[in-house]
């Protein structure tokens, strides 16, 4: 039941200054901040990232926008983790995701406007989309040592 999961605060996050805000919802919700860095990955670790999208018609503007700064990954561990995870943040497209979502909060665009004006798809944050996506990503993004065992106090108050 206690789950892990993968978020990234996309480039357009990181430029509008949302770091602290984002981080702060997971911190709110009692989850456990297991590791955490910024990267600036490049074309390959991106389409990496993005396999299982390399056939969709926006594939390549994705790989372009997430490629285009700076992006803040974190590892979180929490109760069901993956799903809660994915409540924080949102629908996908940002005009569907609710009001008091992370994605509904601080975007608007529709994906199929994003694709319209060849863009891909800013809505500020990923997060995985299954266990096994949250487990192959977490692999991928973190060496084993960036990954931390400590206690919080959601572990008494929280979980
Ligand atoms: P997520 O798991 O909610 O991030 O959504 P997906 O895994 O389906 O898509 C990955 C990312 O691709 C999204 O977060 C968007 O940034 C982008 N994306 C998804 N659908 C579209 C689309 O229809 N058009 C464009 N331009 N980008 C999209
Ligand atoms: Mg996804």
Redesign the pocket.
Known sequence: MIERSLVII?PDGVERGLIGEIIKRFENAGMKILGMKMVWIDRKFAEKH?E??KT???FK??VE?ITEGPVVAFAVEGVHAVENV?RL?G???PHEAAPGTIRGDFAHIS??Y??RK??????VI??S?SKKEADAEIKLWFKKDEIHSYTTVHEKHVF
């Open positions: 996309k993005y299982a999208h969709k018609p926006f503007e994705l926008f994915r943040v629908d996908t497209s994906m199929d994003a694709s060849k863009s891909g798809g800013k809505n990923h997060a989309g």
